[in-house]
C-alpha cells in the first residue's frame, strides 16, 4: 500500500473500507467484533456525539481508556474531525489526571468503563454520561469548553511529566503518526493473513503507532486486551496470533509461567514475530526468550518524541546481535560527542525525519530544548553506531527510569514524597535489577521514626500509579551532597547499600 503525505491517519482506514469493508478489523474482551465497515461507522457515529457536544476541530478531547474497541473507535472519530486526542492510561491516579487536564483543556472526556473498573470511576468523578453503539459502551463528559487551537495538523497528544514532573504533551502529527504506523507494518510484513496481539497500551506510542495504526494500514485484524495477564496472553500466542510486540518484562512472565506449567517451549505454529522495545535487552534473556518462542526477537529503539521507531532489527534466530539496529528508512542517525560522558565514539543520540515530533503544546521553552533549527532531536540518551551502522544504547544522560517499559521520571515521584509534611527531601534513582529498572527512593527525614516506610508508601498510592512509586523506600537523616547543598544522586545506592535488597 502507497502511503499519502499529508492525509489524515483515519486514511488508512478509508482504504481498508474501500477494498475490505468486511473484513475483520479488531475483536476485544467484551465479545465484540468489527469489520472495517463497522469500525468506520462507529467512528463516524462518534463523530456526531462529539459534534453534539460542541467540540470543535482542532479542540482537545482526554481519552481514559484501556485497550478496547471502543477505544479504537474514539481515535478515528477524532481523527476524522480532526480533533487532538489525548490517550492517558485510566489506571493514572486523579492528581495525574487533573494535571492533564488542567493542561490540555480537552473540550470532552472518553472513559472506557466497560473494561476498566478505574476509567469508570474517572468517569463518575467527572459525571459523565453514558453512551453507546456497535463500539460497545463509552461514558462523556464535557469538564470544559470548545477551545480550538490555531493548528489543525496535530493528531495525538501523549503526555510525560518531564525532568520538572510537571507534564509536558508531545504533539505528534497526522504525518508523524501515519508515518510511524506504515514503518512498523513495513518492518514486521504485515499482511491481511497476521493476527495482531494488542497488549500494548493504545495510550503508549507504542501500542498506538506500531500495534493498532500499523495493523489497521496493514489490514491485520487486531485482538484488543485491556491490560496484560499472563495466563490469558499465554493463550492468546498458541491460538492464531502470528505478530507480538512486547517489553521485555511480558515476555519474561510469559516465560515464567510456561516454566510453571512444566513446558519449556510456547509451541505455537502461527506466531512468527515478535519483537521487544521500551527497555533494554539484556544478551541472556534474548537467547532464552527466542528458544521459548522459536522465533527471532527484534529489537528497537524509540521514544515518544519520535513516534515511537527510530531503528530496529531484523534478525534471525540466534543472532547474538542486541544493538537497536540500524535507522528506520526514511530516518537518519547522528552522535553529538560533545556532551557529558560523550567521546571516544559514544555521543548523545539525535535523529531527525518524518517521525520527529512538531513539539511540546504550549511549552515553547522546552520544545527549544530538544529540537534544533536543522530539525534533529536530542534524545538524551547516549549511544554509539558500529562499523554495521548499528546503534547501540550504552547509558542515558538523562535521569529516566524504565520500569516495566514506562517511563518514569524521577522528579514526579520526589514531588509526591516531598508533599509528605514530615519529609525534607527526597532523591530517587534508578537501579538495573532482573531485567528491569526498580525505581529507588531516598527519603531524608528529620528523625527515621518520625516516619514508616508504609505510610510513606501509602501516601504517594494516592499520587502515583502503581509503576511510578518505589520498590524500596530508604529512610536517612541525611543524603550526600555537595558542598552547594545538591544531592549526589550517583552516590546514593552505594552509601546506603547495606539497607538496600
Not at 465484540?32 to 462518534?46: E, F, M, P, Q, V
Not at 499482511?191 to 489490514?219: E, K, N, Q, R, W
Not at 554495521?388 to 517499559?405: A, C, D, F, T, Y
Request: hydrophobic residues 40%; aromatic residues 6%.
Amino acid at each position: 500500500m502507497s502511503d499519502t503525505t499529508g492525509a489524515g491517519v483515519h486514511a488508512y482506514l478509508a482504504n481498508q473500507v474501500a477494498t475490505r469493508a468486511q473484513a475483520l478489523a479488531l475483536s476485544d474482551s467484551t465479545g465484540i467484533s468489527l469489520t472495517y465497515g463497522d469500525l468506520d461507522a462507529a467512528s463516524d457515529d462518534l463523530v456526531a456525539v462529539m459534534q453534539d457536544a460542541g467540540v470543535q476541530k482542532a479542540d482537545r478531547v482526554l481519552l481514559l481508556s484501556e485497550n478496547s474497541a471502543a477505544a479504537v473507535a474514539t481515535l478515528f472519530a477524532c481523527w476524522k474531525m480532526g480533533v487532538r486526542v489525548i490517550p492517558v492510561n485510566a489506571r493514572q491516579t486523579e492528581a495525574e489526571v487533573t494535571r492533564i487536564l488542567n493542561h490540555a483543556k480537552p473540550a470532552a472526556v472518553f472513559a472506557t468503563h466497560e473494561v476498566s473498573s478505574d476509567a469508570a470511576k474517572h468517569g463518575d468523578r467527572m459525571d459523565a454520561r453514558e453512551i453507546t453503539g456497535i463500539y460497545g459502551k463509552l461514558m462523556m463528559a464535557t469538564p470544559m469548553g470548545s477551545a480550538p487551537d490555531d493548528e489543525g495538523d496535530v493528531a495525538v497528544l501523549l503526555y510525560t511529566t518531564g525532568t520538572t514532573g510537571d507534564p509536558k504533551g508531545v504533539m505528534l502529527t497526522h504525518d508523524n503518526v501515519r508515518f510511524g504506523g506504515m514503518t512498523s507494518a513495513n518492518l514486521r510484513g504485515m499482511t491481511h493473513d497476521d493476527v495482531v496481539y494488542g497488549v500494548l497500551p493504545t495510550t503508549h506510542v507504542f501500542g498506538l503507532c506500531s500495534v493498532v495504526v500499523a495493523a489497521i494500514y496493514a489490514g491485520a485484524p487486531i485482538r484488543l486486551a485491556p491490560r496484560f495477564e499472563v495466563a490469558k496472553t499465554y493463550a492468546a500466542l498458541r491460538d492464531g496470533v502470528t505478530l507480538f510486540s512486547a517489553v521485555p518484562q511480558m515476555h519474561a512472565l510469559i516465560m515464567q509461567y510456561s516454566k510453571e506449567q512444566g513446558l519449556t517451549s510456547l509451541g505455537s505454529d502461527s506466531l512468527r514475530y515478535v519483537s521487544s522495545g521500551a527497555a533494554p535487552l539484556d544478551p541472556t534473556w534474548k537467547r532464552e526468550a527466542e528458544a521459548f518462542y522459536n522465533v527471532a526477537i527484534q529489537n528497537g529503539y524509540g521514544m515518544t518524541e519520535t513516534t515511537a521507531g527510530t531503528s530496529a532489527t531484523s534478525n534471525e534466530i540466534g543472532n547474538p546481535d542486541t544493538s537497536v539496529g540500524p535507522a528506520l528508512p526514511g530516518i537518519e542517525i547522528a552522535l553529538d560527542q560533545d556532551v557529558p560522558g560523550g567521546g571516544g565514539g559514544v555521543g548523545e543520540v539525535m535523529t531527525r525525519g518524518p517521525h520527529i515530533m512538531k513539539g511540546y503544546y504550549r511549552n515553547a521553552q522546552e520544545t527549544a530544548k530538544v529540537l534544533s533549527a536543522e530539525g534533529w532531536l536530542h534524545t538524551g540518551d547516549l549511544g554509539r553506531i558500529d562499523q554495521h551502522n548499528l546503534l547501540h544504547i550504552v547509558g542515558r544522560s538523562k535521569e529516566l527510569i524504565i520500569h516495566g517499559g514506562f517511563n518514569v521520571y524521577p522528579p514526579e515521584v520526589e514531588a509526591a514524597l516531598n508533599d509528605h509534611p514530615k519529609v525534607v527531601q527526597a532523591a530517587v534513582v534508578g537501579r538495573r535489577k532482573d531485567g528491569d529498572e526498580e525505581v529507588l527512593a531516598f527519603v531524608q527525614v528529620a528523625g527515621v521514626t518520625d516516619v514508616t516506610v508504609d505510610e510513606l508508601r501509602s501516601f504517594v498510592a494516592e499520587r502515583l500509579t502503581g509503576y511510578k512509586r518505589p520498590k524500596q523506600i530508604i529512610l536517612a537523616t541525611s543524603l550526600p551532597a555537595a558542598p552547594t547543598g545538591k544531592i549526589l544522586k550517583h552516590k546514593l545506592i552505594d552509601t546506603f547499600a547495606d539497607q538496600l535488597t
